[in-house]
């Protein structure tokens, strides 16, 4: 199995970028599909981004399309999510995900496709 630790949240104005990082360790990230979703307080936890196992296809919620990107550096076995022009809604925990089970298809935006999760990173975004 796969551990994921996120980092890279913090508290910052709106306009700004963030990247957050997900760092693996147990088994290589290029066995799965990845994922980050997002839980603003007094709210469900929501899909962001995903991304096929062979990082060939994303696939983004309409709310952030065109300000974050999804990537991963295999060397380094670590999963990235850019974030820029940040706005206060985007305001959240954000955590990674790692799925096996469906690593064979295209980008999975359920969240219950995944296995593996990070403990998630707070990402504050001020008007």
């Known amino acids: 199995q796969v551990q994921l630790v996120e980092s890279g949240g913090g508290l910052v104005q709106a306009g700004d970028s963030l990247r957050l990082s997900c760092a693996a360790s147990g088994r290589t990230l290029s066995s799965y599909a990845l994922g980050w979703f997002r839980q603003a307080p007094g709210k469900e936890r929501e899909f962001v981004a995903a991304?096929?196992?062979?990082?060939?296809?994303?696939y983004y919620v309409d709310s952030v399309k065109g300000r974050f990107t999804i990537s991963r550096d295999n060397a380094k076995n670590t999963a990235y999510l850019q974030m820029n022009s940040l706005r206060p809604e985007d305001t959240a925990v954000y955590y990674c995900a790692a799925s096996w089970r469906y690593s064979a298809g295209g980008p999975l935006p359920d969240s219950t496709a995944y296995d593996y999760w990070g403990q998630g990173t707070q990402v504050t975004v001020s008007s």
């Open positions: 991304q096929d196992r062979s990082a060939s296809d994303t």
